[in-house]
């Protein structure tokens, strides 16, 4: 997500940092190149232009030409400047209405509205813990409706009984009195999409508007699209009168320049944005965090925020105790690697990480492979519960056998033992040094001895 300009930026303010001090011909030169990266990154050409004037009246201050660290105050103001493009703060859906709160999604045919419907629900039910009804009002698309029940299945929530040949406005209007019958908090609406804006489609949406009056009147965008999804934004706002946006597909190669001109457009706040596949890659959107992504800050809170859903406590206390006690065996591995893969994977969880980008070109070279987790536990799932917890039984014939049950060789195998080894012999050393200790030696540079060198 905002790989490329996070790049460009951050080579940007390298050079600045390198400077002991600041002239007002540094700053437009600095002006300049960021306002070549946003425009490379698809920003709107007059949110561009907007972004490097505020920027550069902060900057050409003198707190920032006499500052004792000049380009990190440089920094900062693009930082300042960022979030407040984006949005300056998280908005939450307004859901205080007599319910059932009826929540209408629009967008184009492809956008992933359908899917950002499923997770929204999912999201509303898990965490806002709200009883919540999905009803699709496709009635263009083959087996549109059909989808969305399934995903209903899938989220855990309601779905409106399917009626064949009932046109949008009557599903609307039955949903909103199934939802209100049967003690719903919340209806979201998946309304039907085009490949292209057009009258019939705005008309029908404009007409499902007047009869649901809606609370939020949702615009799904697709980030991949750049450009379009502006117009796309516009064209729709002065339509029906959005009240948020979702973003979906920003964990492709998105470049970014739609999330970041999207509330100058349109004056409304991205509120989610999809970052993944799965139902629950879905996060609400903090203009905060995101700046401190694009500007290769990290994002620790979100990040400590998505540990503390995906990981189980119980089984965390329970792996404690073991490596506390010298213990660790191939199904605390297993759990380990269970945990990563919940949380993204290595390149979810570096993602949010600060300086990411500082070390993300040694771990291509290195070619760390996000299947390996997943090999990983297809080795450890095909041993025997013995072999698991006593790997010096693994002999020559025992991997072929595992080899051949995982799909996998016997390199990968012996790979995967040497990892466990050099995790085991930490543990054990954790229990004799201490925990005090071991964490000194870590920081006297002791963990190539503890684990030798590769």
Do not use: W
């Amino acid at each position: 997500m905002f790989e490329s300009l996070g790049n460009k930026l951050t080579g940007i303010f390298d050079r600045l940092r390198g400077r002991g001090a600041l002239t007002e011909s540094d700053v437009d030169a600095a002006c300049r190149e960021i306002r070549i990266a946003l425009l490379e990154a698809d920003v709107a050409l007059a949110v561009a232009k907007d972004f490097i004037a505020k920027v550069r009246e902060r900057a050409v201050g003198q707190e920032v030409i006499a500052s004792v660290t000049p380009g990190q105050q440089v920094v900062k103001i693009v930082h300042d400047v960022l979030v407040e493009t984006l949005g300056a703060s998280a908005t939450p859906l307004s859901l205080a209405h007599n319910p059932p709160v009826p929540v209408l999604m629009v967008g184009l045919q492809g956008s992933g509205k359908t899917t950002s419907s499923g997770k929204l629900a999912k999201r509303l039910k898990e965490v806002e813990r709200k009883k919540v009804m999905l009803a699709s009002l496709d009635t263009r698309r083959p087996a549109a409706q059909e989808q969305l029940a399934i995903l209903a299945k899938l989220a855990d929530v309601g779905s409106l009984p399917i009626i064949a040949g009932e046109a949008p406005t009557a599903i609307a209007q039955r949903a909103i009195e199934v939802a209100a019958r049967e003690g719903y908090d919340v209806i979201i609406l998946d309304t039907a999409g085009r490949t292209a804006i057009d009258e019939e489609l705005m008309a029908e949406v404009k007409a499902v508007r007047e009869i649901a009056k809606p609370a939020e009147t949702l615009l799904v965008v697709d980030a991949m699209t750049g450009q379009d999804a502006l117009n796309v934004a516009e064209k729709f706002h002065a339509a029906v009168s959005i009240t948020g946006i979702i973003m979906t597909r920003l964990d492709g190669d998105a470049r970014g320049g739609a999330a970041l001109s999207m509330r100058a457009v349109t004056g409304q706040p991205i509120k989610f944005f999809g970052s993944g596949e799965k139902l629950d890659a879905f996060e609400v959107y903090h203009p905060d965090r995101i700046a401190g992504r694009i500007l290769d800050m990290g994002d620790v809170v979100s990040l400590v925020e998505k540990a503390a859903a995906e990981i189980d406590m119980a089984s965390a206390e329970k792996m404690a105790a073991k490596m506390q006690k010298g213990q660790f065996d191939f199904d605390d591995l297993a759990d380990q690697l269970r945990q990563i893969r919940k949380m993204g994977g290595f390149s979810g969880i570096m993602g949010m990480m600060p300086g990411v980008s500082k070390i993300k070109n040694a771990m291509n070279e290195a070619k760390i492979d996000e299947r390996v987790i997943k090999r990983q536990e297809a080795i450890i799932g095909s041993m025997t519960k013995e072999e698991r917890q006593n790997p010096d039984l693994l002999n020559a014939s025992r991997k072929r056998r595992i080899a051949k049950g995982s799909g996998t060789d016997v390199a990968m195998i012996n790979q995967l033992v040497k990892q466990y080894l050099q995790m085991r012999d930490m543990m054990k050393q954790m229990k004799r040094m201490g925990n005090k200790n071991f964490m000194r030696s870590m920081n006297a540079g002791g963990l190539e001895n503890l684990l030798g060198k590769r």
